[in-house]
C-alpha cells in the first residue's frame, strides 16, 4: 500500500492493519533519529522547564 493510499484509509477513519503501523513507526523512528535537534536518551528521563502546553502530547 503506498503513502497516498494510507493517508486515504486513516482519513475516511478506516483501521490500518498493524503490521503497516508498525511499519510506518520504524520509518518515522528512523527520519527523527536523522534530526539534530533529537537526541536518543535511555529511561527513565526527567523533564526540566516548559514543554510549551504539550503536556498531554509529552505523557
Do not use: Y
Amino acid at each position: 500500500m503506498n503513502v497516498d493510499a494510507l493517508i486515504e484509509t486513516v482519513l475516511e477513519c478506516k483501521v490500518i492493519p498493524e503490521e503497516t503501523v508498525k511499519m510506518l513507526c520504524r520509518k518515522v523512528k528512523a527520519i527523527l533519529f536523522e534530526e539534530s535537534n533529537v537526541q536518543p536518551v535511555q529511561a527513565p528521563v526527567t523533564i526540566c522547564g516548559d514543554v510549551h502546553g504539550q503536556f498531554w502530547d509529552l505523557l
